[in-house]
């Protein structure tokens, strides 16, 4: 069993991540409204919590005992630059060297990617630098593929953040379709990709890129393919 669970939601964690600054602190007449991932006008992430939890095994061992099979994991990469404690270093090499590595372990090409699940927190810094990264690791595929932001429609769960993007893509893409970025009205002008704003869209989804940018500068991304 693989997966992450987290329950942050309480005073003294709020209150750090307030200290932080990277926490929503707009007044919205919907709380939904809070959680903008590549908007203009995002001002932090929104907590959240849950637990999303699979099943890893070897295929032949998975079809000896009948089960119905989801999708495989086929790359991954972790990286770190050891910038800073929360910080993002600005060139993004590291974040962008993450995917490429993860591509490499996988034995595919940036243009074999059909879809990309964004770290997306919200945070002006994080959202502006992981389209950065994107660009550098994918190129001008990058520019040809839709891409979203899980938490702009659950929140950040933190450490339980890279299992509920993987979820939210598989179970996306095997009905055809991928999630939209909800709450991205008015695009920033650094963050100039195709994030899927406001409602789903059916898409075929063969390869999908997971990303993860972690505070203390670690970078993770998962390349999994839809069965």
Known sequence: LAGGADSPIAPGILAAFERMGVVS??????????????DKR?????????????????????????????????????????????????DCVEPARAIQLALADAGISETDIDYVNLH???????????TLAVKTALGEHARSIPMSSTKSMIGHPQGACGAAGLAATILC??????????????????CDLDYVPQISRPHVVRNAVTNCIAFGSKNSALVVKIL
């Open 120 to 130: 997306g927190t919200g945070t002006d810094m994080n959202d502006r630098l992981e």
């Open 42 to 90: 995002r001002d932090g992430f929104i907590l959240g919590e849950g637990s999303w939890m699979f099943v890893l095994e070897r295929h032949d061992h998975a079809e000896a005992r009948g089960a119905k099979v989801l999708a495989e994991l086929t790359g991954y990469a972790s990286t770190c630059d050891a910038f800073h404690r929360v910080a993002i270093a600005p």
């Open 173 to 190: 893409a095997r009905l055809g379709a991928v999630h939209p970025t909800i709450n991205l009205e008015q695009p920033d002008s650094a």
């Open 25 to 38: 602190t707009s007044s919205h007449e919907e709380a939904r409204l809070a959680s903008r991932p590549f």
